[in-house]
């Protein structure tokens, strides 16, 4: 069974910068397709990003988060992160880390349907 680990969540100020982190165990990493979820208070929870197996194909939820947002995977392709640029307050929700085996595709993590693992989530909070 996979686990998902999350970390890198906190306080920050509008404008600032953060970097998620999410460790996959358990599983074998470069059959995963991994990303990211967030849940505002009293929103639904929505797609953030997502990347293929093999780091080569990354998706994200909108334009805004295209332009503000990396993910990546690391060398041992079972760490994913997603680096958080120019922070608004609207970006405050709990991150969950998500995967699913690389047969359902990267892009496929945008259904929450599709998502096989969900990690337990790490909280930003952006201050105005």
């Known amino acids: 069974q996979v686990r998902l680990d999350e970390s890198g969540g906190g306080l920050v100020q509008a404008g600032d910068s953060l970097r998620l982190s999410c460790v996959a165990s358990?599983?074998?990493?470069?059959?995963?397709?991994l990303g990211w979820y967030r849940q505002a208070p009293g929103k639904e929870r929505e797609f953030v990003a997502a990347?293929?197996?093999?780091?080569?194909?990354?998706?994200f939820g909108d334009a805004t988060m295209r332009g503000r947002f990396t993910i990546s995977r690391g060398v041992a392709k079972n760490t994913v992160f997603l680096q958080m640029n120019r922070l608004k307050p609207e970006d405050t929700a709990v991150y969950y880390c998500?995967?699913?085996?690389?047969?359902?595709?990267?892009?496929?993590?945008?259904?929450?349907?599709?998502?096989?693992?969900w990690g337990q989530g790490t909280l930003v909070t952006v201050s105005s």
């Open positions: 998500v995967a699913s085996p690389t047969s359902i595709g990267a892009a496929n993590l945008r259904d929450r349907n599709r998502v096989d693992v």
């Open positions: 358990g599983g074998t990493a470069k059959d995963l397709a």
């Open positions: 990347i293929s197996g093999g780091g080569g194909s990354t998706y």
